[in-house]
T-cell receptor, first 112, second 112 residues
Framework: DGGITQSPKYLFRKEGQNVTLSCEQN?????MYWYRQDPGQGLRLIYY???????QKGDIAEGYSVSREKKESFPLTVTSAQKNPTAFYLC???????????FGPGTRLTVL | DQQVKQNSPSLSVQEGRISILNCDYT??????FLWYKKYPAEGPTFLIS?????DKNEDGRFTVFLNKSAKHLSLHIVPSQPGDSAVYFC???????????FGDGTTLTVKP
């Protein structure tokens, strides 16, 4: 059945290492998004992509990178330049920009 | 500058009563508004939306009201049920924008 998946659910990394979070959707959605949620806070947009091979920075893109080589996939790399990478990361997709978004289950990243 | 604000971090209501969650926005270009519900350690799920050409949209126990002159929207849940206990996010969007803007969320607790 259709949906959006993120893996893994929990991820631990040592400080200074890059880490890539996976996001896959089989909903045939054009738009995909990455958000970060910190305790007690809302969703902050990291990057978004309206179409394959195109993406734009969100509000907190520094220290992150993305690619959109396939419609189904939008991986997020958390680089060593990200000062506070420990957070809950959410991926979402929508048929087009502006439609309601469908969210994945999230990945909790802990940097030790 | 936070363009979408949910000024009440938390709300507690008795089962069977009405829950009213509020959201204010500052950008007059916003023309589409959405509410999402989020349980801990899960991704948000879409609840209900409203276009700026309407002032009310209803779906079962959930009703969203939009007051454009006041730049204010509210979500009414009647009757409230313990399963409604979650974090509720308000989001806003405008045509040709590449992204939605989320509020910080309101934690609703419905007591049996």
């Amino acid at each position: 059945d259709g949906g959006i998946t993120q893996s893994p659910k929990y991820l631990f990394r040592k400080e200074g290492q890059n880490v890539t979070l996976s996001c896959e959707q089989n909903l045939n959605h054009d738009a995909m998004y990455w958000y970060r949620q910190d305790p007690g806070q809302g969703l902050r947009l990291i990057y978004y992509s309206q179409i394959v091979n195109d993406f734009q920075k969100g509000d907190i893109a520094e220290g992150y990178s993305v690619s959109r080589e396939k419609k189904e996939s939008f991986p997020l790399t958390v680089t060593s330049a990200q000062k506070n990478p420990t957070a809950f990361y959410l991926c979402a997709s929508s048929p087009r920009v502006g439609n309601e978004q469908f969210f994945g289950p999230g990945t909790r990243l802990t940097v030790l | 500058d936070q363009q979408v604000k949910q000024n009440s971090p938390s709300l507690s209501v008795q089962e069977g009563r009405i829950s009213i969650l509020n959201c204010d926005y500052t950008n007059s270009m916003f023309d589409y508004f959405l509410w999402y519900k989020k349980y801990p350690a899960e991704g948000p799920t879409f609840l209900i939306s409203i276009s700026s050409i309407k002032d009310k949209n209803e779906d079962g126990r959930f009703t969203v009201f939009l007051n454009k002159s006041a730049k204010h929207l509210s979500l009414h849940i009647v009757p409230s049920q313990p399963g409604d206990s979650a974090v509720y996010f308000c989001a806003a969007h405008y045509t040709n924008a590449g992204k939605s803007t989320f509020g910080d969320g309101t934690t609703l607790t419905v007591k049996p």
